[in-house]
Each structure stands twice: as C-alpha cells, then as structure tokens.
C-alpha cells in the first residue's frame, strides 16, 4: 500500500489520459444522447463491457438485470472496487447541448415519456471506463486486483440490491475497500467529500386519497379530492418548520400531484407521491408519523369515504463513508490535485444513494465522494451575485449538464488516485 504523499506512480498512469481522451468524449457524448431508464440500461451496458473487454478485464454481464463487473488481476495486493451507476431519469432535456437527448422510452405504466441523463450516470460510466484504461495501461505501476462495477437503477434504490442477490460476493473478489464518486453542481475541478455520515435516508410514499367524484357545476354532490390533496399538500410544509427542531436537518417533498382529467369533472381520487429526507431514525419516525396524521386529518376532515391508503417505495438508507477510508484518500487526493481543490465538508448532503449497501453488506470499508461539473466561471459569477440557487442548475434539472472539460478528466483522475492509494507500487 502506498502512503497518502506518494504520488508518482499516479503521475504515471495518468500521464496517458491525454491518449485516450478523444475517445472518452465521444463515448460521454454517445451515452448522453442516449439515455436509458432504471432497469433499461442494455445498450449502456453493452458499451461499458466493450471498455472493459479493451482494457483486458474479465467481463461479466447480466448481473442484477443490466449491471457489469469487469475484474483485472495483476499480481498479488488488495483489491479495490470502483463503482459507476448507469440509469437515466424521465426528464425531458432542455440543456441546449449540440448532443441533448432527444431520446424517449416506455416506463413501468406503459406511458412513453422522455429519457434524461439529468444526473450525470453519463459522466461516471466514462469516468469508470477511463480510470479502468489508464490503469490497464500501466500496469508496471500497480499490483493487486481491480473491480469494476457498473450497475442499473441507482435511481430506484433497487440497482445494488439486485446485484448483491444475483450472488455478486460469491462470484467476485471480496474488496478492502469500495469507491465510487458522483458528479454535483459545484465548480468543475473541485472534489469534495465528508467522513462518516455523507448523504442522507430517503422515504418515498405514494398516497391515494378517495373522493366522490361528479359534475363541476354541482360541488355539493361530490367529497373533492382535489381540494382535499391540495390541503394535505400546505399542511405538510409546517412538519419541518414546526414539528421538526432547527438543528434537525428534515426535507418533506411533494413531487408529484395527479388528479382528473378535465376541468368540469371532479374526479374520484388524487395522487401524492411524496419524498422525505432525513439524517437521524427519530427524526424520520416523526416526520414520516406526521405526514400520515395530516394527511388522514385531511380525510377527515374532508368527509372521505374511505380512510387514504399509504405505499412506500424506493428506500435509501444513510450512505455513511469510512473514516480511515476517507482520510487516505483525501490525503492522496491533496498530494496530487493540491490542497486548493480538495474540500472536506462539513456537513452531509440531502441527497440519498444506495452505493452503501456494497460495503454494509459485504462489511468492507467504503468511501463515496463528489466532483464539481458546473463551468467553473459561471460558478463564480453566480457565487459572486449570490445567485448559486437561481443559476446553477443541479442534479435532477432538465438543464443540468456537466461542462466536459475539466469535469471528465477530473473523474478520471480522481478514481486512479484513489485506487491507486491502495495498489500503488
């Protein structure tokens, strides 16, 4: 194992990024256009085999639906996994790029709607592809074995699970530890990560609450479901100002709201899909306690014919990062790239990720950080204005897109520095 100050040998692998990095951009700008939902990934994985397959590792497809697993032995030493996500989202892209999807697909209803890289799994299925390249190539620099991980549906919460059940640790190496990182809005070139507790739990509930329906002009002959949601909907917005304590750090979201079809008709019911993140198991038990007594009040209150019926869905749990782990590699991340844009947080993110479950279940160490994607000198005029919320767009926007440069490179980089801080000669 290498010391976190020992960077020449990552300045050799990567001193032969610049002979791979036209491909890698045609390869991000292919995946961008393309975009597949969770669960829908063939052609994505397609392309992450064929990387792999050139970089020489033994490829395994297939695994969990769409993931791939590549291993590349190279003498004795540790192992080290990186992972990348794959999937998509159903958003209709309005970033203006030359190579925007324009792309469409059939979800889980049946209904055919629009198809989004608008959170940036393009960007690490080449970053991943990249990393496993370089250190392909110079194999003189490193000994141990290499895992490369890229798995479906991240964004239902169900990707890593689905893996683990298709007997991923009986076919693959256990690893010492598990890497994976994710592109955010900050300025591109910037790493960020955060010992411990480093992103947050996430709930997400479906309700259907039950109305009469009838005809617009006779209001009094139905129970309005629509006014009963739209309520429900206000009232939930006090659980975190008023139920849930400054220092308790809570997000209640209402995503989604569908009811009726057309405007003279009071329809039956209404749907809320609603998403909750939390850091603390007191906290959620609240606030998840608290949405269903609003929500049932509402009813109530409303003359409901029948009580609302509550699913979950698309559970996270905590993505907790391990503090050894952390401090290795923040260490060699600031030996090679310099203290300047190397940034430990303070705090962890509101955003929710099921990479942990490979280390949890597995019970290996595991570190999970974050690269910045937004140009750079529009990060600074917004910062500057004040206006970081109004002009950055984030993860999950249709107008969310990675500037290539630096932000491809510095993916790159970042997982051969950190692999290699365990497999360094």
């Not at 990560?193 to 002009?217: C, F, K, W």
């Not at 209402?254 to 009811?259: L, N, V």
């Not at 019970?363 to 206006?387: E, H, I, M």
């Amino acid at each position: 194992m290498t010391t976190a100050t020992d960077t020449p040998h990552a300045h050799k692998v990567l001193d032969g990024l610049d002979a791979i990095m036209k491909p890698l951009e045609d390869l991000y700008r292919d995946l961008h256009t393309h975009p597949e939902l969770s669960d829908q990934e063939h052609r994505t994985a397609a392309q992450a085999a064929e990387q792999l397959e050139w970089a020489g590792s033994k490829v395994s497809t297939g695994i969990g639906g769409t993931g791939v697993v590549g291993v590349l032995r190279n003498g004795d030493g540790p192992t080290v996994m990186l992972r990348a996500d794959m999937d998509a989202l159903p958003v209709k892209e309005e970033s203006g790029l030359p190579y925007a999807s324009t792309a469409t697909a059939t979800n889980s209803n049946g209904e055919k709607i629009p198809v989004m890289h608008a959170c940036g799994h393009d960007m690490h299925v080449t970053w991943l592809a990249g990393a496993t390249k370089l250190l392909a190539r110079a194999s003189d620099e490193w000994h141990g074995t290499l895992v490369s991980l890229f798995q479906p549906a991240e964004e239902l919460g169900t990707g890593a699970q689905a893996m683990i059940d298709d007997h991923l640790f009986e076919r693959f190496p256990k690893p010492d530890v598990i890497l994976g990182q994710h592109v955010m809005p900050p300025a591109a070139g910037q790493i960020t990560y955060r010992p411990g507790v480093t992103q947050s739990e996430e709930d997400n509930i479906e309700v259907r609450l039950l109305g009469r329906g009838g005809h617009g002009a006779w209001p009094e002959s139905t129970i309005d479901p629509i006014v009963m949601a739209a309520s429900a909907v206000l009232r939930l917005q006090t659980i975190v100002s008023r139920e849930v304590a400054a220092f308790e750090p809570a997000v209640v979201t209402i995503g989604s709201f569908r009811a009726g079809n057309k405007g003279n008709v009071i329809p039956d019911e209404a749907i809320l899909k609603i998403n909750v993140r939390s850091f603390d198991d007191g906290v959620r038990a609240r606030v998840l306690d608290a949405i269903r007594r609003i929500i049932c009040a509402e009813a109530t209150a409303s003359g409901a014919p029948e009580p609302p019926s509550f699913t979950f869905f698309d559970h996270f749990d905590l993505t907790v990062n391990d503090a050894a782990t952390a401090n290795q590699v923040g260490d060699a991340f600031r030996s090679y790239f310099g203290a300047d844009r190397v940034t430990e947080l303070a705090d962890p993110l509101p955003v929710s990720e099921d990479f942990g479950l490979f280390g949890q279940e597995w019970k290996v160490p595991s570190l999970f950080w974050y690269v910045g994607g937004t140009d750079p000198g529009v990060y600074q005029r917004a910062a500057q204005a004040g206006r970081i919320a109004q002009d950055v767009p984030t993860n999950h926007s249709s107008k969310f897109a990675p500037v290539l440069h630096p932000t491809l490179e510095t993916g790159i980089q970042t997982l051969a520095v950190a692999t290699l801080s365990y497999l360094g000669r």
